[in-house]
């Protein structure tokens, strides 16, 4: 008999994104942190968003010459006014192995027309071969691949080179994997992944040498104004102290400072890193046990410990067609959320049929632990009538 767990997670929120907030969350809190009705370019307002830009650096530890800003448009904002602000000058390698990496790539040969543009994919669960990069060309790649739950194991493959610049969108690998931040010349994330913060906001992070080359390179494209970080050749300074391109959320800038100094109030970035391996170590453990399920990256190296992909072992699964499997994961998680254990598991649209289960640190590893018996319990209940 398939005994239904005594058990739920205290809070049955694992969806990619938006992120569950961080434990403890609180709007009142939030509301009185934040200049509701206030100018974002009065002194106190002002001041709060440059607040915001410097606990990111620091929370971060960002080397102390980078440089942060707040930008419209949530990640995808973020990422793409990287690419039309810098692509162009040399040759570009886009490296894609799910859906947002493909986006960009098809981003770079659609609509920025870069005439000397490769793209080196590889499945949904598999990395390209990062070492044939060659040293010379500007390379964009997702560090962590929120669709697909691979993400690179460490940047051994790029060489430092001031000639090109590495792009990297790594909105669902900040704050919870270490970053290689020497490495890195332009990197974009949002609040909504591993803050738990609103959607809406992208951030920016850019490297001495990115700066250089937004200082003298001037593509030729025509470039909108929530684009634009250089005004007559020259870089505008007072976005990275708060004067941001368009009108932000200062409610979205009180909770994204609200994450952040729970962050620091819990033990720095070293804290959620180990958090998130944690959720990842204990739901891992679990997948490595169980028949029916395994993790959608083959290479224990490149798992994501944030947005974990699963796919579906069991040969009356398997056996299944691609729709009549979608069916299967539907019925699957909609039982799950009719039981109020888990919210929003069904794996992205462009991945192969699956779960994608956030294990940032903004999940209690306990929540973990109660929804795995319930895993087990939807599962037997829904293949029963297979």
């Not at 792009?167 to 803050?195: H, P």
């Not at 200082?215 to 494209?221: I, L, W």
Request: hydrophobic share 40%.
């Amino acid at each position: 008999m398939n005994m239904k767990p005594l058990l739920k997670p205290s809070r049955p929120l694992f969806s990619s994104g938006p992120c569950p907030k961080r434990p403890g969350w609180s709007a009142n809190a939030v509301e009185k942190l934040a200049y509701l009705g206030r100018s974002h370019r009065a002194k106190k307002p002002l001041q709060q968003i440059k607040t915001l830009i410097d606990l990111i650096g620091e929370v971060l530890i960002l080397p102390e010459d980078y440089k942060v800003a707040i930008v419209p448009g949530s990640d995808t904002g973020a990422f793409e006014l990287l690419m039309w602000s810098l692509l162009g000058k040399n040759e570009t390698t886009m490296l894609v192995w799910e859906s947002f990496g493909n986006d960009w790539a098809e981003d770079a040969v659609d609509q920025l027309n870069l005439a000397n543009c490769k793209v080196e994919k590889a499945e949904y669960g598999n990395l390209p071969k990062l070492n044939d990069v060659s040293s010379n060309s500007d390379v964009c790649f997702t560090w962590n691949g929120t669709t697909s739950g691979a993400r690179v194991p460490n940047l051994n493959w790029i060489e430092k080179n001031k000639e090109r610049i590495v792009l990297c969108d790594a909105t669902s690998a900040v704050f919870s994997q270490e970053l290689d931040w020497e490495k890195l010349d332009a990197v974009s994330f949002s609040w909504q992944k591993v803050l738990g913060g609103e959607g809406g906001h992208g951030v920016i992070i850019l490297s001495p040498n990115a700066i250089r080359r937004l200082s003298t390179f001037y593509p030729e494209r025509p470039m909108p104004k929530i684009f634009r970080l250089v005004k007559n050749g020259k870089l505008i300074e007072g976005i990275y102290e708060g004067e941001t391109l368009n009108t932000p959320s200062m409610f979205c800038v009180a909770d994204a400072l609200d994450s952040l100094m729970w962050i620091e109030r819990i033990g720095g970035l070293k804290e959620t890193i180990r958090r998130s391996d944690k959720n990842f170590e204990c739901l891992q453990g679990w997948v490595d046990k169980t028949p029916w399920i395994e993790n959608l990256v083959s290479d224990p190296d490149n798992r994501s410990n944030t947005s974990v992909c699963l796919k579906f072992a069991d040969e009356r699964v398997v056996s299944l067609n691609k729709d009549e499997q979608n069916d299967f994961v539907k019925k699957f998680v909609g039982l799950l959320e009719v039981e109020n254990a888990a919210f929003d598991i069904k794996g992205h649209r462009n991945a192969p049929p699956g779960l994608r289960i956030w294990c940032g640190a903004t999940i209690n590893l306990d929540d973990i632990q109660k929804l795995l018996p319930w895993l087990e319990y939807c599962f037997h209940e829904i293949i029963s009538s297979y």
